[in-house]
């Protein structure tokens, strides 16, 4: 993280990445393509406030390792020994570790349609909000959060216009228990789908994870 120390504003792109696919990484390209974000630091998530099944963190951060070449944020999580890892918690960390950065917290439109069960929402107030549109999740505008943002300058919708093809991770998971490789070819960088395959745990992981 030393080098982000000059960057004044860093996208904080979040998520479980099980398994790490294509479309994070357009996500990650799209981000710095803007003219207002200076860097990227991705934070799997370590442990889900409500999804128990996700794979081993040690398997995701290979995974995304093999797929970026740019900061995988995994220390921050480890020594804070999360029992349940919020996000507004991991915001807060980043701040006191970057104090002149501007953080922008990064999320899907799958993610923002579910802000009614978001834990102390009123908390993202203190930050900044980039959404990443996906095509079959859209924006409600009207929501009185979202209007909140809006109104402070507090959100940035990318994609709008053009949303990002969703792809869907269980759909992913599905083939890869199958043992379909070939179907996933250029929607899971070869270098994640020879992660995957060559870990017989990750795949015993994945199929208990389909049938649950």
């Known amino acids: 993280m030393d080098n982000l120390h000059e960057k004044h504003n860093i996208a904080v792109y979040v998520g479980t990445f099980d398994p790490p696919h294509i479309g994070h990484k357009i996500v990650v390209e799209s981000l710095l393509l803007t003219d207002f974000i200076d860097g990227v630091i991705i934070v799997p998530t370590y442990k889900h406030c409500y999804k128990n099944n996700i794979s081993s963190y040690d398997d995701r951060i290979k995974m995304l390792e093999n797929m970026f070449d740019t900061n995988i944020e995994k220390e921050l999580c480890e020594s804070n020994n999360f029992e349940i890892n919020y996000t507004y918690d991991t915001l807060h960390i980043l701040q006191e570790k970057l104090p002149h950065s501007k953080l922008y917290l990064t999320i899907g439109s799958d993610l923002l349609q579910k802000i009614d069960l978001w834990y102390n929402r009123d908390i993202y107030m203190n930050y900044f909000i980039i959404v990443i549109c996906r095509d079959t999740y859209p924006i ?36 890869i228990v199958n043992s379909k490789k070939n179907n996933l070819i250029g929607i899971v960088p070869s270098k994640v789908l020879d992660y995957i395959f060559n870990n017989t745990h990750l795949l015993e992981h994945y199929k208990k994870y389909s049938e649950s």
């Open 140 to 175: 409600n505008i009207t929501h009185d959060f979202i209007q909140q943002l809006l109104i402070n300058n507090k959100l940035t919708i990318i994609g709008q216009e053009l949303p990002f093809s969703n792809i869907n991770s269980t759909l992913i998971r599905k083939h």
